[in-house]
């Protein structure tokens, strides 16, 4: 039986829920992102996009482009109740559906043509999206997921696309190999150089060759060229929260021992965070004492998954918490009320150096494991341990 996948993804959902709650934002430039000019864009309308904004591009070359955009800082908290509330109705309806960010929905519909026809019944839950939260959704329908995200992005902006089995290859070869999910900006560039700028010509490549030229990831790039994914579909869950706790050998009362494994667990809370594109907003500590009475302090912060911003918390929270001069034989850090986003969503105020930092930092834990690039301040527990 042919697999029926669907992906849906909501059209500029941050623009689009500010401009649900304000509807004179409608028609204009409108900008998500850092409100300096040091700030990064993390999403922009499609008036803005016509003058070349992009996402993840520095506030300050964007406003050069579209000095007319309205900035806003953005709204993590409306973003993930509206996520929520996209996400209740799709799980009501559809049998098996997985979450791939906070605006974004495979859903696997096989063998639902037998009573309903599966376009038709995508469309008609599509619009029940758009009437009861107002927002805007695309999707495509095809044979899996590699094929169908790519028609969504054809089908933008409101758009549907239905790529049947027999129509694959026609339609994914005259497209760009930019249109490939996760072919980075560095594979695009080498790839161009030689003369594969169409997934046409990436396909009839020698799959062989464009492992040796790539390495291990090029029978998979290979492989969705041709059409090819059968990656499951995998059931959605929400993650209430992540945590570690450290139990002393030796009951301490070293703060500096202390303040270097904090560094150390939020660095490894964080890395986590990111790898599987959750974003938390509240921290919790907990310390244990040496006769055993336990106490914990938490704090809100707005949505983030960086080490920097994380770890200036918890220090705050151990100093608060930590009010009496006895050793402690535990320690404890727990990130709560999660929501699906990356480090590109939360980084408003910061760079776009320190987009690329993050990015380079957790490519590096990636590939060389996760002790191979740590802050300083935790080094000494590391080689401690070593």
Known sequence: MSRSIVHMDLDTFFVSCERLNNPKLNGIPLIIGGSSDRGVVSSCSYEARKFGVRSAMPMKFALRLCPQAKVIKGDMELYSNKSHEVTAIIQEQAPVVEKASIDEFY????????????????????????????????????????????????????GKLEIKEDRVKSFLNPLSIQKIPMLGDVTFQLLSRIGIRTIQTLAEMPAEVLQQLIGKN????WKKANGIDHNPIEPYSERKSISTEHTFEKDTIDIPKLKALIIVMVEKLAFQLRS????????????????????????????????????????????????????????????????????????FDDTNKMVALYQAIDTMKKRFGYDAISRCGGTFIKNKRA
């Open 107 to 158: 859903l696997d519909i096989s063998g639902m043509d037998k009573f309903f026809g599966c376009y038709k019944w995508t469309s008609e839950l599509t619009a029940k999206i758009m009437k009861e939260s107002g927002l805007p959704i695309s999707f495509a329908l095809s044979v899996n997921k590699t094929v169908s995200k790519i028609g969504t992005g054809e089908a933008k902006p409101v």
């Open 218 to 221: 090029g029978i998979d790039l």
């Open 276 to 347: 599987e594109q959750w974003l938390t907003s509240t921290v919790v500590v907990k310390i244990r004492y040496n006769n055993f009475d336990t106490e914990t302090k938490q704090c809100r912060v707005a949505y983030t998954s960086c080490d920097h911003v994380l770890i200036e918390k918890v220090n705050d929270l151990f100093d608060k918490v930590y009010n009496r001069r006895m050793r402690l034989r535990l320690i404890g850090i727990r990130f709560t009320n999660l929501v699906r986003g990356t480090y590109q969503i939360d980084l």
